[in-house]
Nanobody, 123 residues
């Protein structure tokens, strides 16, 4: 079966950096767009960033643009989210998700989801 496993979350001070990883199994990874979403306590899940199946195209939420970068390594079935200059408002559980072919910011279009990794940014 399909599994997406996130890692790399943790506690960091404001201004710090983290790199999240999401490794996929049970699917043809190179054929899937990979998205990152996050959900803070008491809030709805929101789009963070996405990378298309080739890795040549990305989209990023305005709230993290210039600070977060998405990338992928199809040989390792892994997508990354490099997060720099973290802010307390970035505190959330971060999820990766997969859908075939075209990328989208619409969370409902994604077929597969990981369990999430917690990111906590202290001020």
């Amino acid at each position: 079966q399909v599994q997406l496993v996130e890692s790399g979350g943790g506690l960091v001070q404001a201004g710090g950096s983290l790199r999240l990883s999401c490794t996929a199994s049970g699917l043809k990874f190179p054929l899937h767009a990979m998205g990152w979403f996050r959900q803070a306590p008491g809030k709805e899940r929101e789009f963070v960033s996405v990378i298309n199946w080739t890795g040549r195209s990305t989209d990023t939420s305005d709230s993290v643009k210039g600070r977060f970068t998405v990338s992928r390594d199809n040989a390792k079935n892994t997508v990354y989210l490099q997060m720099n200059n973290l802010k307390p408002e970035d505190t959330a559980k971060y999820y990766c998700a997969a859908k075939m072919w075209e990328m989208t910011t619409n969370e409902y279009a994604y077929q597969y989801w990981g369990q999430g990794t917690q990111v906590t940014v202290s001020s």
